[in-house]
């Protein structure tokens, strides 16, 4: 049993870490250990208590002014009942107040991972069921009770947590925030998030973590470019291979608020969760709220083995479908080769070529329904544009099956322009706060997801759609922020539900199209990377990357996503130079090698390409067809990050018969020795050749020594060395 619940101890223990908290003598639950893998003993006794001025004692502490909720490490804490500190819950009573009071009554622990309703979670396998183990709290002077619920998964060193809540009360209790994680820390650490904007995101940034707040996250209705719902906290001196770290996500795709702060004794306090700012949650008598789900892990030696646990289990508890483990189709999208003006046989003579070219599927992106030219108009009108289309979109769905490739259409569900037939038909599913002009973006307005007509017509809309087609992939876009909040359908009291019930309805229709369509494969989208989260990789297996397709933004964009989302989740495509987003001209074969270092696939016309990229993209496709497993379900290394003058990644096989390595001569300057690289993930012991370098030597031999590549390369060139395990 990975959890172990006695006597108020509560312990969950995975390969090599321990959670641990105890139910105290008055019923608060007091974290006590999260860190290496200790025996089941309590480790309570390092937790102080001393009076602190200003920190209160609650009642039932008696006398004793050592006991403060305000100086304890807690696993769950309300505002108003005197911890000072940034709350986990905020309620209002019907009588106004807003304390709460949560203490222990009862716990269960079950034998399989749990689901959340509505929400994403990690689910259980026949080999790794997970465990669950079930916290009940009551407040102490109101009818709402709070189950904590902490899901264990041994073998990626992952926890998960949640919270529900429910009034057995007779009135509506007010939610103000309901996050998803509460964790007091002692020590030292730094906070990396993952921020950017638009063709940008993902880009690291860290903090101290002080008393100064350290506070971000999203309120744009999506987890946004901006900010990412997942944040590492290191030990100081943490590496990519050695050190304390932390890593916490939230799978969720909606607002959301992330948050670690030194308290007055040091002590640091970190939350995650739905974002409180236009949150507010009607709880009415019998109803239960659920928070989604946090992971969490840690690691006792760095980066790497942190981001080997996130991928794991994304891979293997979080990611659904045919396509968990299977090769996914090597693609083709016409966006960049065509945008909105292509016709019939623009489109074929592009899929002919590709089909050609060994490529897989024809992913026929936005323009291809309703009155698209431009994005002034159409989203909402998911009615093929016969006209382009030369035909019914089944004729030339056909046509290009008939190639030989699959087929996949691009969708943006959860908008309409203005200028559309949906839009003339029901004004009233457009978000807007009546009375206010509603602020356009990308001149498009937002549907609105929190109704049950809009989901149910956009369900039989694409399903009609995709069912004419016989799609074998949807793009499903979201390329605006949601602001405006505000929905006819729901009451005046209740409006500060509308971001949740948003995210909430999203996921709905897109858990209804895959019980209608369970072969189809969905590739998450928000301008690029403005929904990569692990939220949406529940529904969607891979995401598309970042609308920025150049080679060397591509490679600090996909290295910040390395961190927690494993490449098997990465769209990224090879395109055309000079690059769209940023003009700048690389080698085929380098925006090749940074493509495999996602799903790979092609974002270009293949009937402009010279004979020598014809040849590097034959070239590329057959080494796509010969590595791309270690890719999609192998370890992968950050060898050297995007900030010096060659970046290098690798990917090795679980059971380290094969690594490939990329490296990319970011930066080339007069008279620099060429780098050495290094390399990890061999078997010590065992012996590996590396063909392109003409050199076999022990794994032990390879990692102390390094790739010394022997002649500096040129700017923007890279390199693809494989090391192969003798027999
Ligand atoms: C977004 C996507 C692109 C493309 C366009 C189409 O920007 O990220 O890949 O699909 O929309 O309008």
Same mark, same amino acid.
């Given at each position: 049993m990975a959890i172990y619940a006695q006597n108020g101890l509560f312990q969950l223990n995975t390969r090599n870490t321990s959670y641990q908290f105890t139910a105290d003598e008055h019923g608060v639950l007091v974290h006590t250990w999260y860190g290496a893998r200790i025996p089941n003993e309590s480790m309570a006794a390092g937790i102080w208590r001393q009076d602190v001025g200003f920190s209160p004692n609650p009642a039932d502490a008696g006398a004793d002014r050592a006991y403060s909720l305000d100086t304890l490490p807690q696993e769950v804490s309300c505002g108003g009942e005197g911890d000072f500190r940034e709350p986990m819950l905020e309620l209002t009573h019907p009588d106004g107040s807003t304390a709460a009071d949560l203490r222990y009554q009862s716990h269960e622990v079950l034998p399989a991972a749990q689901s959340l309703p509505g929400l994403p979670a990690l689910y259980g396998t026949g080999e790794e069921p997970g465990e669950t183990l079930v916290v009940t709290l009551k407040d102490t002077a109101s009818e709402l009770y709070a189950r904590l619920i902490y899901g264990v998964f041994p073998q990626q060193d992952i926890i998960t947590r949640s919270v529900t809540l429910e009034n057995r009360g007779t009135a509506p209790v007010t939610l103000e925030r309901v996050l998803s994680l509460c964790l007091d820390l002692d020590g030292a650490f730094t906070l990396t998030a993952f921020c950017g904007r638009h063709a940008m995101e993902r880009q690291p940034e860290t903090v101290p973590v002080g008393r100064v707040k350290a506070e971000f996250g999203s309120v744009?209705?999506?987890?946004?470019h901006q900010y990412n719902p997942a944040f590492l906290l290191c030990r100081p001196g943490t590496t990519e291979t050695a050190g304390g770290c932390y890593g916490f996500c939230l799978a969720y795709s909606g607002n959301f608020l992330a948050c670690a702060q030194a308290d007055q004794m040091g002590r640091a306090r970190v939350l995650l969760g739905i /974002?409180?700012?236009q949150f507010r949650w009607e709880l009415g008598p019998g109803a239960v709220f659920a928070a989604p789900q946090a992971l969490l892990s840690y690691s006792g030696q760095g980066l790497e083995r942190l981001s080997h646990n996130f991928h794991d289990v994304m891979r293997e508890h979080l990611c659904r479908g045919p396509y968990k483990h299977a090769p996914r189709p090597l693609l083709i999208n016409n966006w960049e080769a065509t945008h909105f003006t292509f016709d019939r046989p623009q489109l074929l003579a592009l899929a002919r070529q590709a089909a050609a070219l060994g490529i897989e599927m024809l992913v026929l992106d936005d323009g291809w329904f309703g009155k698209r030219d431009s994005d002034a108009s159409g989203l909402g009108?998911?009615?093929?544009n016969e006209q382009k289309l030369g035909g019914t979109l089944g004729a030339f769905a056909a046509d290009v099956r008939a190639l030989g490739l699959k087929f996949g259409l691009w969708m943006e569900p959860e908008m309409v322009s203005e200028d559309s037939a949906l839009y003339r038909a029901?004004?009233?599913?457009?978000v807007a706060i009546p009375g206010r002009a509603p602020a356009r973006s990308r001149g498009q307005l937002v549907l609105d997801m929190t109704r049950a007509d809009v989901r149910d017509y956009l369900f039989a809309r694409l399903s009609a759609v995709l069912a004419e087609a016989k799609a074998d992939y949807l793009k499903w876009d979201m390329n605006r922020s949601v602001c405006d909040a505000f929905s006819r359908a729901l009451p005046a009291h209740r409006m500060g539900e509308f971001y949740h019930r948003f995210t909430l309805g999203t996921y709905e229709l897109l858990e209804r199209l895959l019980a209608a369509f369970p072969h189809l494969l969905i590739e998450g989208c928000s301008g690029g990377g403005g929904r990569f989260d692990a939220g949406m990789l529940y529904y969607t297996p891979q995401i598309w990357c970042s609308d920025n397709t150049d080679a060397i933004d591509r490679i600090s964009i996909q290295y910040g996503t390395s961190f927690f989302y494993p490449a098997c989740a990465v769209g990224a495509h090879v395109s055309a130079c000079?690059?769209? /987003?940023?003009q700048r001209t690389v080698p085929f074969s380098t925006r090749a090698a940074v493509a495999m270092g996602g799903t790979f696939g092609y974002e270009l016309d293949p009937n402009t390409l010279t004979p020598q990229e014809r040849e590097a993209m034959l070239a590329a496709n057959a080494d796509y067809r010969r590595w791309h497993d270690l890719v999609r379900e192998g370890d992968a290394f950050r060898l050297a990050g995007p900030g010096g003058d060659t970046a290098a990644w690798a990917f090795a096989a679980k059971d380290k018969s094969r690594v490939l390595v990329t490296a990319v001569q970011l930066a080339r300057r007069g008279y620099a020795a060429p780098p050495c690289l290094p390399l990890r993930?061999?078997?010590?012991?065992a012996r590996y050749r590396c063909a392109a370098l003409g050199q076999t030597h022990t794994g032990a031999a390879w990692m102390a020594g390094g790739i010394t590549i022997k002649t500096l390369l040129p700017q923007y060139a890279a390199v693809q060395l494989l090391f192969e395990r003798e027999a």
């Open positions: 744009r209705g999506a987890s946004s /974002q409180p700012r009108d998911w009615f093929p029901h004004p009233d599913w457009a000079p690059n769209e /987003q940023t993930g061999l078997d010590p012991a």
